[in-house]
């Protein structure tokens, strides 16, 4: 396989790996929690690597997840406190993990390739050089399988817990009424969201991610109103958008991973203007509509 | 130890980054309550990260690192993201926080294509962006530091002339509309007052932490008090205590970087005034508590023995 098509179908593989569990987010708005992971997840990282010494253990990537998971319990604790506003806990508790992992990476792996530039703006064009062999046989660049196996564990865990997923977002206290509790699931999809950071970070980096959560999910969000069709068509703009932003990124010689999060910006800009069921055009005309009907009846009443 | 701190307080580069971190602190701890006030705390984050491809146009157009340009380029581009977050968020069934992460990743993946564009071309000098992501706050000119004590004078002399506009809108937007202030100017102040504090602080923290810095003081400082002026004036010194105790920490020691020890050393005065708050802190709460349960058993108690008797 020519390194393009395979950096193009990793790149598919990572933003259907994202958009699934971000189609969530955008229904529970709390996209801005996912975000603060995407930056904390860098610090469980950091901390299992001390602990391994191999950048490429998986324990690296449990530790870093079980941070990812742990920042969602801190900031809930924060906000339950009530002593400060909800987007204000996100925002004290994700700069301190992530200060630390910085101060960690800077004071102690100086000699060590765990470079702090490639971890949050990563670099897609080095993942077909990292190969994975089985047997002594390549089988292909060991980004693709890390993230096939994120994908596909995403894609069960929505699957088998569909129903409960579906209710807990929608109507939390009719989930808990009927004994399905909405903390477990929430932590659930928190594990998800922070597992597919971390397998993301190193292709996308750790700032795009959260794009790439939100990107295809709100465009599939503004486009209709079912669960089902949503989820589907967010994977179609997560992979068209993919594809897409590779070739413009070697048209133009530059990041992929930016490339494609400004086609996730420019497609869901387009759609909130133009989208037939809850687009700005849409709304507008409705007002006018509603405008000239209320016109309308106000010249009737003052007639009669 | 003592001597080498000392040797650093007399040190002529570190009393210039001191001063820079330290106003920069003040700056952003007072701007920053009237981030957490109005609850956007994260519009700041959304627009340190959007700040970039103005950055990246700035530096394309004039081929060089040309400080104010790059300036300019940043706050209109973090004013462009403010605007298009706003509209999204109020013109659709779209959520603030979708808007935002959607608009914050966008404008920093454009700024990303910009930046790798200018680095890879041979001719032009390395744009920074090692430094525009993690701040250098070491390499701070006297100049820089003379831009950032200016604009934060100018911004705090904006603050005490718009003292009651700024409050009412802070507080009561519709009390403030029907008192016949104009909402729009207000705003348009607030948030060029915030961007320009960001992007100011972009240099030294880095666009990550700066965030931090925005809303940290103001965080630590609402636990002392419930009067704005008060808590304004506390997440100043809070800020300002934060940045120079952190410049002189990464001086002092050997690898470690400006900016996120000023989080840390911000990170415990939150801590520490969400603990030992007298009013509202968890400490005072959990006396209150077990005080309140100690006089409920007594009555307890002495209500069975009055039907004991």
Redesign the interface.
Known sequence: MSSIAEITIIAVIVSIACALPGVFLVLRGTTMVSDAITHTVLLGIVLAFFITRDLNSPLLMVGATLIGVATVWVIEALQRTKLMSNDAAIGVVFPLFFSLAILLITRYTGDVHLDTDSVLMGELVFAPFDRMTLFGIDVGPRALFSMLIILLINVVFISLFYKELKVTTFDAAFAAAIGISPVVIYYGLMTLVSLTAVGAYDSVGSILVVGFMVGPGLTAYLLTYELKKMLGSAVIFAALNSIIGVQAAFAFDTSIAGMIAVLNGLICLTVFIISPKKGLIKNWMLKQKRKEAFDQKLKDTTKR | MWTQITAVLNDYTFQVVALGTGMLGLISGVVGTYV?LR????L??ALS?SALPGIGIGFLLMQRKEFVVLLLGAVVSGLMATG?IQL?SK????????A??????????????????IQ?NPNAQQAGL?SF??GQASAMLTRDVWLIVGASMIMLLLISLFWKEFKIFTFDADYGKTLGFSSRWVNLLLSTMIVLTIILGLEAVGV??I??L???PS?AA??WSDKLSVVMGLAGIIGAVSGAAGTMISTVGV???T???I??VL?IF?VGS?LFSPK?G?IAKRMKFYKKQKAFRQQIRRLEEEQGK
């Open positions: 957490t609850k956007e705390s994260l700041g984050d990260h298009l999204m013109k659709s069934p779209v959520k603030f926080d979708s935002l992460s959607v608009v914050l990743s966008s404008f920093f993946g454009l700024g990303l294509v910009i930046m790798t564009i890879r090692d992501i993690f990550i932490l965030s931090a925005l809303i940290g965080v609402r636990q690898r470690i970087p900016g996120p020890t989080v840390i990170s939150i969400l509202r968890l």
